[in-house]
């Protein structure tokens, strides 16, 4: 049952990947691309209703925390607000100095719940709704701020995937977004393979390339280890500045026009893994 479960999960990231550039998307077409890639892994996943039963209800409850965690949290912080009015008009240092303890443990928690909101589980990078939370103004799709947007694409990962499988791929995926800390700026893990790099506006976007490169040489250069064979791995990039104000969908599309040009530029380089 487990491995059924673990096949689900990769097929369905990978038909989630595949429909990400989409507009639309039908049920039909949805079925259809989901078929596609359970022959890719041969995968005959049976008891189905069961399976997808399991699957909700673990996700329902990792929901439920959640809300559990976040309303104790509010509810706790309003207690301490008015625990800590009543200490200011009553001029109470005791109560005040508790008041203080508790917030900050209660800070602490609030700093726990955002990094299991805002984390890539695989990876521990941001993932897309951090962006989205961070970078975009309220309600909207524009971006806040100016800057320099890096978006990353491996080369052969599915290469990587059918030759040594998804565990090493996930590795890989953790080797990768690893590398890419060594920016110093906010790594997302964006798609399956992909990976965006938020660089601030002091950033242009020739010095994003440079630094860019300099970690792509930096990993051509190692040999990763599967079992008794090894393999290099390599990745694509487009760089992009924008403007306050600028559709974050428009930014990511000029990257990665600029990313196709770089990447058949690399793989005349880097022929396979």
Not at 31 to 47: G, L, R, T
Not at 84 to 98: F, R, Y
Not at 115 to 123: C, P
Not at 189 to 208: P, V
Request: aromatic share 6%.
């Amino acid at each position: 049952m487990q491995a059924a479960k673990d096949t689900l999960k990769i097929i369905s990231n990978e038909t989630k990947n595949s429909i990400d550039q989409l507009s639309v998307v039908t049920p039909s077409m949805y079925a259809s691309i989901f078929s596609k890639y359970a022959n890719n892994h041969n995968a005959n996943i049976e008891n189905e209703k069961e399976l997808a039963k399991e699957l909700m209800i673990m996700e329902c409850s990792n929901l439920t925390d959640l809300q559990t965690l976040a309303s104790k949290s509010a509810m706790q912080l309003s207690a301490n607000t008015s625990r800590a009015i009543e200490a200011i008009k009553e001029k109470d240092e005791k109560i005040l100095n508790t008041v203080l303890k508790e917030t900050e443990e209660l800070r602490r928690e609030v700093e726990k719940l955002k990094e299991s909101v805002y984390k890539d589980e695989l990876t521990n990078v941001q993932n897309r709704k951090w962006l989205h939370d961070q970078f975009l103004k309220e309600n909207s799709e524009n971006l806040k701020d100016a800057g320099t947007l890096a978006i990353i694409d491996l080369n052969y990962f599915k290469l990587v995937n059918d030759t040594f499988g998804h565990v090493i791929g996930d590795k890989v995926l953790i080797f990768i977004a690893n590398q890419l800390r060594k920016t110093k700026y906010s790594v997302i893990r964006y798609g399956g393979d992909e990976f965006i790099i938020m660089f601030s506006k002091k950033i242009s976007s020739a010095k994003a390339i440079a630094n860019l490169n300099i970690i792509r040489e930096e990993i051509i250069s190692k040999k990763l280890k599967a079992q008794n064979d090894s393999f290099h791995v390599s990745f694509s990039f487009g760089v992009c500045e924008y403007k306050a104000g600028q559709a974050l969908s428009d930014v990511i599309e000029n990257a990665d026009k600029n990313m196709y040009e770089d990447k058949i530029e690399i793989k005349k380089r880097v022929t396979g893994i």
